[in-house]
């Protein structure tokens, strides 16, 4: 905005302006300021933490694992995840591999949790799901296979705080055990495409099937469609002729 009313060019420049012009000025500027003045603090919080998560060991590693598994599965793909994703993919320009491995594990564990809460709900023959919620599990399990969350969204809609809090702790747990096992990820995001480029593939997977147990869910609400349509009925309307 500044550049646009400040900066002054040929007439037959002026076209340029918004195209090219400004956008590639305000480029150069705002890219040596990040490099030179922004960046440069940045830098050091990143080679402290690094250096700090390379020397953890045991119950430490659990506790970052636990917590960025935690972020990561919270909001299912919201802000909160994003953070979470992003200070991965951070620390694996710096080489260190365990939270990418984590940040994959807990974008998972939501749309796995919930199928195989589903799964034992079949086989248990106790409803847990009503058809709607059914027919979005099928739709969320293919997406979390391929690490996309948002596919639990309308489920968690109608038992906020259970499936919240089942996804989070799962994802913590889940986060936890991956980190204190070493597993690490040079790949940051595919789901279960990239757990073969792993260091520890097996040991990934039965982190995920143990973040995944854990699901809270309460008795099958009615559609709101089929509730709405049973309120609209109206029988005084009926006449028999």
Do not use: H
């Not at 199928?115 to 409803?127: G, M, N, Q």
């Not at 986060?175 to 792993?198: K, R, T």
């Not at 309460?218 to 309120?231: D, G, H, V, Y």
């Amino acid at each position: 905005l500044w550049l646009k009313d400040r900066l002054k060019v040929p007439k037959w420049a002026e076209g340029l302006m918004p195209m090219m012009i400004v956008p590639t000025i305000a480029s150069i500027v705002v890219g040596l300021l990040m490099f030179f003045v922004i960046g440069v603090p940045i830098v050091w919080l990143t080679n402290a933490l690094t250096a700090f998560l390379t020397s953890m060991q045991g119950s430490a590693k659990f506790v970052f694992g636990a917590i960025m598994g935690g972020m990561a599965a919270f909001d299912f793909g919201g802000p909160v995840n994003k953070v979470a994703s992003l200070f991965a993919d951070g620390l694996l320009l710096e080489g260190v591999q365990g939270p990418e491995a984590v940040k994959i594990l807990a974008s998972m564990v939501p749309p796995f949790g919930v199928t195989l809460s589903y799964a034992l709900s079949k086989f248990t023959k106790k409803a847990k799901y009503n058809k709607e919620e059914e027919d979005n599990i099928k739709i969320a399990f293919p997406m979390g296979i391929c690490m996309i969350t948002e596919g639990v969204i309308p489920i968690a809609m109608n038992d906020l705080v259970r499936v919240v809090f089942s996804c989070t702790a799962g994802a913590a747990i889940g986060g936890g055990l991956s980190m204190m096992w070493g597993v690490e990820s040079p790949v940051p995001s595919g789901g279960m495409f990239i757990v073969p480029a792993m260091n520890k593939p097996l040991q990934f997977c039965l982190a995920l099937a143990i973040g995944s147990v854990i699901i809270l869910k309460k008795k099958p609400a009615e559609s709101q469609a089929s509730a709405e349509e049973e309120e609209n009925i109206d029988f005084s309307d009926i006449k028999i002729s």
